[in-house]
């Protein structure tokens, strides 16, 4: 399977100031962080949802988690 790369726009200083929040240093290091965590959000609301059954999403706080 080949992988496709993906192009997004974001502005530069919103981009510098996430990366200073979180300290990365490169951009790579911080979307593949960024994206490992929301698999993991996803990943706990779908446990979630098995669990507890399938609640309207407002009352489902990740934040909790």
């Not at 997004?8 to 490169?26: D, F, G």
């Not at 929301?38 to 507890?52: G, K």
């Amino acid at each position: 399977m080949a992988t496709k790369a993906v192009s997004v726009r974001i502005p530069e200083a919103k981009l510098r100031r996430v990366m200073r929040q979180r300290r990365m240093k490169s951009r790579s290091e911080l979307i593949k962080t960024l994206i490992d965590e929301e698999d993991e959000r996803i990943r706990s609301h779908q446990a979630h949802q098995r669990i507890f059954g399938s609640g309207r999403r407002v009352e489902f706080d990740d934040r909790l988690l």
